[in-house]
C-alpha cells in the first residue's frame, strides 16, 4: 500500500502531540503493588467457593434428614402418644405398623 | 534469543523480574499510546496499569510469531482505552459512515489537499482531528504519527489491512471535504 505523505495531517499530529508526558517514575512501583495486592487476595476465590460448597452439603444432608423424620402416634388411654425418631423411610412403614397392631 | 523472548522466559520462569522488564521495556511506549487518546494523565497510569496486569495474567496468549510483545501490548491498551471512552462519553458515529460509500475523489487530490504546509489548515486539521470519533483518530495516530504499518495497525484494533485502508481513505475524504468547506 502507498504511504500517504499528508504532510499537513502528520504536522497537525505533531503539534497536538508534542508535549505529551513522560509515564511517571511511580508507574513501575505501583503495578507491582497491584501484582502484590492480587496475589493477597488469590485465596479469597477458592476459599469462597469451598465454604459455598460445605455449606450446600450440610443443607442437603439437613434436608434429607428432615425428610426422614417420622411422628408416630398412637392414643394409649385417651391421651395422645407421639414418637418422634429419625428412621429410614423403610423402616418408618414398619414402625407405624407395629403401633396399629398394637392398638387393635 | 531476542529482548521480547527474554522477556517472556523471564515471565514463564516466575518472579517479579519479566514483569518489570516488561514495563521498563515498553512502559514508556505504552503509556504516551494511551495519553494521547484519553488527554489526562491520571487516566492514562491507570489504564496503562490495567494494560500491563492483563498482559501479565494472558502472557500464555501471546504468540511471537504473529506480533512483536509491543504490537501485542497496544492491541491490549487499544482495547481498554477504547472501552473507556465509549463509557466516558457515548461513540460518536462517524458522519463518513452515514454517508455511504464514495469514490468520487482520487488518492491524489486528497494527497494535495493535505499537504498544503498552510498554517491555518494545520491548525483547523487539529481541530478536527479532535472531534473525531476515538478509533479514527487512533487510527491516525498510529499510522501518520507513530508511522506504523498498515497490517501492525490492523492487529493492533482486530481489523484487517484491506479494511484499515478503506478506513483511512474515508477518514482522509471527509478531512478533505470539512477543509473545503468555509
Same mark, same amino acid.
Given at each position: 500500500?502507498?504511504?500517504?505523505?499528508?504532510?499537513?495531517?502528520?504536522?497537525?499530529?505533531?503539534?497536538?502531540?508534542?508535549?505529551?508526558?513522560?509515564?511517571?517514575?511511580?508507574?513501575?512501583?505501583?503495578?507491582?503493588?497491584?501484582? %502484590?495486592?492480587?496475589?493477597?487476595?488469590?485465596?479469597?476465590?477458592?476459599?469462597?467457593?469451598?465454604?459455598?460448597?460445605?455449606?450446600?452439603?450440610? %443443607?442437603?444432608?439437613?434436608?434429607?434428614?428432615?425428610?426422614?423424620?417420622?411422628?408416630?402416634?398412637?392414643?394409649?388411654?385417651?391421651?395422645?402418644?407421639?414418637?418422634?425418631?429419625?428412621?429410614?423411610?423403610?423402616?418408618?412403614?414398619?414402625?407405624?405398623?407395629?403401633?396399629?397392631?398394637?392398638?387393635? | 534469543?531476542?529482548?521480547?523472548?527474554?522477556?517472556?522466559?523471564?515471565?514463564?520462569?516466575?518472579? /517479579?523480574?519479566?514483569?518489570?522488564?516488561?514495563?521498563?521495556?515498553?512502559?514508556?511506549?505504552?503509556?504516551?499510546?494511551?495519553?494521547?487518546?484519553?488527554?489526562?494523565?491520571?487516566?492514562?497510569?491507570?489504564?496503562?496499569?490495567?494494560?500491563?496486569? @492483563?498482559?501479565?495474567?494472558?502472557?500464555?496468549?501471546?504468540?511471537?510469531?504473529?506480533?512483536?510483545?509491543?504490537?501485542?501490548?497496544?492491541?491490549?491498551?487499544?482495547?481498554?482505552?477504547?472501552?473507556?471512552?465509549?463509557?466516558?462519553?457515548?461513540?460518536?458515529?462517524?458522519?463518513?459512515?452515514?454517508?455511504?460509500?464514495?469514490?468520487?475523489?482520487?488518492?491524489?487530490?486528497?494527497?494535495?489537499?493535505?499537504?498544503?504546509? /498552510?498554517?491555518?489548515?494545520?491548525?483547523?486539521?487539529?481541530?478536527?482531528?479532535?472531534?473525531?470519533?476515538?478509533?479514527?483518530? $487512533?487510527? $491516525?495516530? $498510529?499510522?501518520?504519527?507513530?508511522? @506504523?504499518?498498515?497490517?501492525?495497525?490492523?492487529?493492533?484494533?482486530?481489523?484487517?489491512?484491506?479494511?484499515?485502508?478503506?478506513?483511512?481513505?474515508?477518514?482522509?475524504? !471527509?478531512?478533505?471535504?470539512?477543509? !473545503?468547506?468555509?
Amino acid at each position: 500500500m502507498t504511504t500517504y505523505k499528508d504532510t499537513d495531517l502528520r504536522e497537525a499530529l505533531r503539534r497536538m502531540y508534542a508535549d505529551t508526558p513522560p509515564m511517571p517514575e511511580y508507574l513501575n512501583e505501583r503495578l507491582m503493588q497491584r501484582i %502484590g495486592r492480587h496475589r493477597r487476595h488469590a485465596w479469597l476465590y477458592p476459599a469462597i467457593a469451598v465454604s459455598i460448597v460445605i455449606a450446600l452439603l450440610i %443443607g442437603s444432608s439437613l434436608f434429607r434428614t428432615e425428610e426422614n423424620t417420622n411422628v408416630c402416634y398412637t392414643v394409649e388411654n385417651g391421651q395422645r402418644i407421639t414418637d418422634r425418631s429419625i428412621v429410614m423411610s423403610h423402616v418408618e412403614s414398619t414402625l407405624c405398623d407395629i403401633f396399629t397392631t398394637d392398638k387393635q | 534469543m531476542n529482548a521480547d523472548e527474554q522477556i517472556v522466559e523471564a515471565m514463564k520462569g516466575g518472579g /517479579n523480574m519479566g514483569q518489570n522488564l516488561m514495563v521498563s521495556r515498553y512502559g514508556q511506549q505504552v503509556f504516551a499510546m494511551i495519553v494521547r487518546q484519553v488527554g489526562d494523565a491520571m487516566d492514562a497510569e491507570e489504564l496503562t496499569q490495567d494494560t500491563f496486569l @492483563r498482559a501479565f495474567s494472558h502472557i500464555a496468549n501471546y504468540d511471537p510469531q504473529r506480533s512483536s510483545l509491543l504490537t501485542w501490548l497496544s492491541c491490549i491498551a487499544y482495547r481498554l482505552t477504547l472501552d473507556f471512552l465509549k463509557r466516558r462519553r457515548p461513540l460518536i458515529v462517524s458522519i463518513e459512515e452515514t454517508e455511504g460509500w464514495h469514490t468520487d475523489i482520487s488518492d491524489e487530490q486528497i494527497e494535495a489537499e493535505l499537504s498544503t504546509g /498552510n498554517e491555518e489548515r494545520i491548525r483547523r486539521l487539529q481541530m478536527l482531528i479532535d472531534n473525531m470519533p476515538p478509533d479514527e483518530r $487512533l487510527l $491516525l495516530t $498510529l499510522y501518520y504519527f507513530e508511522n @506504523r504499518p498498515l497490517d501492525e495497525c490492523a492487529f493492533i484494533m482486530g481489523s484487517t489491512s484491506h479494511a484499515l485502508a478503506n478506513r483511512l481513505y474515508r477518514i482522509r475524504r !471527509k478531512l478533505h471535504k470539512q477543509l !473545503k468547506k468555509k
